[in-house]
């Protein structure tokens, strides 16, 4: 089994052709959901982009 994750931070679903979007062109990002599982929830462990501090 393959396993590639791709994480982009603050890329919003809906500006991705593969989730719907039809006035953004997002073609090899479209070409690689047509093989792959794709995810419509994701948990953040912090906030993204923004420093997180554990007390």
Known sequence: MNVV?????TLRQDHVGCYGNRWIKTPYLD???KESVLFT???PGS?????VRRV
């Not at 906030?47 to 420093?51: A, I, M, V």
Request: aromatic residues 6%.
């Open 31 to 33: 070409s690689l959901a």
């Open 41 to 43: 929830h994701a948990y």
């Open 5 to 9: 994750l791709i994480i982009i931070d």
């Open 47 to 51: 906030l993204p982009t923004l420093q």
